[in-house]
């Protein structure tokens, strides 16, 4: 991960390992050995031994502040600019405008279909008999968690977001449902989830089983 700051720089690396010194100079390497000084060899370092005891606090790697600070504002741009927000450039920085957050659409989506669904409409006629169930705001909730409807493109949508986007990272179905329970709520839902993360074909390529 520091790679870029590494190349055509010379610098050292510092080890609680004491044989780790001789490694450049001895003469015979093992297999392993050898695969990591094929690796290795692209950088301009010596290894100093450094007793672990010593070592109380890690100094991290010293880097230009420059390149740092221009690398963190291409970053803050960047993300900004996946979430549609504009920036006016003054003479003396930027200013942030236009930003408005709002529900996402599915959750309008589930709020506005929710007696459209047969069984949901169901529970609803005879809430006084489900006491796990209850309407806040005239939205229908399982105890905490909001109802959706039987839906398939509102439920895909909702899987799709909580496994598929950048910040879910593809977790897996035990996961992905642990997260999911926590506010939403239908039929056969565990098992719908697992059906969904075995159709991800990142899944199948990056998760497969040895």
Known sequence: MWRHYLYGEKFEVHSDHRSLQYLFSQKELNM???????????????????????????????????????????????????????????????MLANMSVSEPSFIRKIKDNQLQDPELAKISEHIVERPDFR???????????????????????????????????????TKMYQNLKGRFWWNNMKREIAAFVSRCMTCQLVKAEH
């Open 32 to 94: 392993r050995q050898r695969r990591w000084m094929e690796y290795i060899k692209d950088y301009d370092f010596p290894i100093k031994y450094h007793p672990g005891k010593a070592n109380v606090v890690a100094d991290a790697l010293s880097r230009k502040s420059a390149s740092v600070a221009s690398l963190r504002v291409m970053c803050f741009f960047q993300q900004f600019e996946e979430l549609g927000v504009n920036f006016q450039p003054l003479s003396e920085g930027v």
């Open 135 to 173: 309407f806040v705001d005239g939205v229908l909730f399982y105890r905490d968690r909001l109802c959706v409807p039987n839906i398939e493109d509102l439920k895909n949508d909702i899987m799709t977001e909580a496994h598929s986007t950048k910040y879910s990272m593809h977790p897996g179905s």
